[in-house]
């Protein structure tokens, strides 16, 4: 149980244009998502929060109006990177939580997006 | 807020041999302290948990200990084998997010 999916696994873009990463949770209601940054050999630095049915909350230093994160369902948060620049090119990884579950806090990763913005 | 450190960066142990890798917590009101381990371009897997109310918890080869008063909490592996090589991390969770340590090289020599 508490699988979560993320699509694409991969992407490569032209500077400007933008970039949609879905992430799923396949078997369990998730009212609460995350989306992490990763560049390499680093930790996973959380972007923002994302709640179902209200607005995300972003973290420090990230720019809200250039990372846009819908959680319109209980099992569907998507981040669209805008006007996606060299510097984005990251991998991406959202995470969920089951409030079902008898672990509240534990957080289940999706597989990741590594964008490559050219 | 929490501030998760972790250490070492990077560990390098004989095949057979104990691995230990330390985290501390700044928060108290942290009570959730995972550990995952993440292979180059996957996901990261939580291979053990542990929270505040325990001291101690292991998972065949696998274990982590907690010390709430010094607020550090450790990850220990044995029997170390050429699969555990891997990037580990902790947490700390004071409420639903994760705080994260800056991530351990665990390399395994044969």
């Known amino acids: 149980g508490a699988v979560v999916s993320q699509h694409p696994s991969w992407v490569i873009c032209k500077s400007g244009t933008s970039v949609k990463i879905e992430c799923r949770s396949l078997?369990?209601?998730?009212?609460?998502m995350f989306w992490y940054r990763q560049f390499p050999k680093q930790s996973l630095m959380l972007m923002a929060t994302?709640?179902?049915?209200?607005?995300?909350?972003?973290e420090q230093g990230v720019e809200k109006d250039k990372f846009l994160i819908n959680h319109a369902s209980l099992t569907l948060s998507t981040l669209t990177v805008t006007s996606a620049h060299p510097e984005d090119s990251s991998f991406y990884i959202c995470?969920?939580?089951?409030?079902?579950?008898?672990?509240?806090?534990?957080?289940?990763f999706g597989p990741g997006t590594r964008l490559t913005v050219l | 807020g929490e501030n998760v450190e972790q250490h070492p960066s990077t560990l390098s142990v004989q095949e057979g041999d104990s691995a230990v890798i330390k985290c501390t917590y700044s928060?108290?009101?942290?009570?959730?302290f995972p550990w995952y381990k993440q292979e180059l371009g996957k996901r990261p897997q939580l291979i053990i948990d542990?929270?505040?109310n325990v001291g101690e918890k292991k998972d065949q080869r696998i274990a982590v200990t907690l010390n709430k008063t010094a607020k550090h909490f450790s990850l220990h592996i044995t029997e170390t084998q050429p699969e555990d090589s891997a990037v580990y991390f902790c947490?700390?969770?004071?409420?639903?997010?994760?705080?994260w340590g800056a991530g351990t090289k665990l390399i395994i020599k044969p």
């Open positions: 995470s969920a939580t089951d409030p079902s579950g008898s672990s509240y806090n534990e957080q289940f």
């Open positions: 078997d369990f209601q998730a009212t609460t």
């Open positions: 994302s709640n179902e049915g209200s607005k995300a909350t972003y």
């Open positions: 928060d108290s009101a942290s009570n959730y």
């Open positions: 542990i929270r505040s």
């Open positions: 947490a700390a969770s004071p409420n639903y997010q994760l705080i």
